[in-house]
């Protein structure tokens, strides 16, 4: 009993010696401490502002100055006029073009929207070149967009000859399991896939195609890819 009181008068006496030594510390660096802690209150004033005054009405004016130039590229989609499909990756007398809200907005999504958009412009103008320049710099951003965008890169990269880059975009399309690009990706990876008579591999991209997207399957004719590569792989 004698020795369990000993031990907690002694752990009181340390606990009030650590205040001590903690009221000493604070009133020996008062000063730096409040100045580390208005340091860090301005920062976050500074965020704030940051966000309320310059992000946000910047990505509201970049998203305003995006709509001209994909209403001129739609224009050019739906009459094929190639001045058209120019005004919208250039500009003209009334708007902007993509490259110039890249050039602007550059850290906004528009911005980043208008790269994938400005890539299908030069692909209209057969610039392949820049088309694939500007896809390698555009970040994921919509889910749909970006996946279109890596069997893009992966065709671009087929077109040049370089297969395993190709493979490797065609790839990173297919997992993200979206209907409107995994299957078309799988298709075209196969396709090189038979090129290279890799029947088992070709195969297995139709047969990935018929179990996860039936229905588009069926649409793209891909029954007759399966039965000629599971024949050539002795299946």
């Known amino acids: 009993m004698a020795n369990t ?11 009030q010696e650590n205040e001590k030594k903690l009221v000493a510390f604070f009133k020996n660096n008062e ?3 409040y100045g580390v802690l208005l340091g860090i209150l301005v920062v976050i004033i500074l965020i704030i502002a940051l966000f309320r005054f310059i992000i946000t009405p910047r990505n509201q004016k970049a998203a305003e100055a995006i709509m001209a130039p994909i209403e001129q590229y ?4 739906s009459t094929g006029d190639s001045l058209a499909f120019a005004a ?24 980043n929207t208008a790269k994938y958009y400005a890539a299908l ?12 320049d500007m896809l390698l710099k555009y970040k994921k951003n919509d889910k749909n967009v970006w996946y279109s965008a890596q069997m893009l890169i992966g065709d671009l990269y ?49 047969q990935f195609i018929q179990d996860k997207f039936y229905e588009r399957y069926t ?17």
């Open 88 to 111: 919208a990756l250039e500009g003209n007398e009334e708007t902007d073009g993509f490259l110039t809200i890249i050039d602007d907005y550059g850290s906004t999504k528009a911005a």
């Open 5 to 15: 009181e000993k031990l907690g008068t002694k752990q009181e006496i340390e606990g």
């Open 74 to 77: 739609t224009l050019g989609l």
């Open 31 to 33: 000063k730096i401490i």
């Open 158 to 206: 087929d077109e040049q000859g370089d297969v395993e880059n190709a493979k490797k975009y065609y790839k990173h399309a297919i997992k993200g399991n979206t209907e409107l690009v995994a299957p078309v990706a799988a298709y075209k990876l196969g396709m090189l896939f038979e090129r290279e008579e890799n029947w088992n591999e070709a195969y297995n991209q139709y």
């Open 121 to 132: 412009c030069y692909l209209q103008q057969h610039n392949t070149d820049e088309a694939l």
């Open 219 to 235: 649409q793209m004719g891909v029954a007759k890819n399966l039965e000629r590569t599971k024949i050539k792989a002795g299946k």
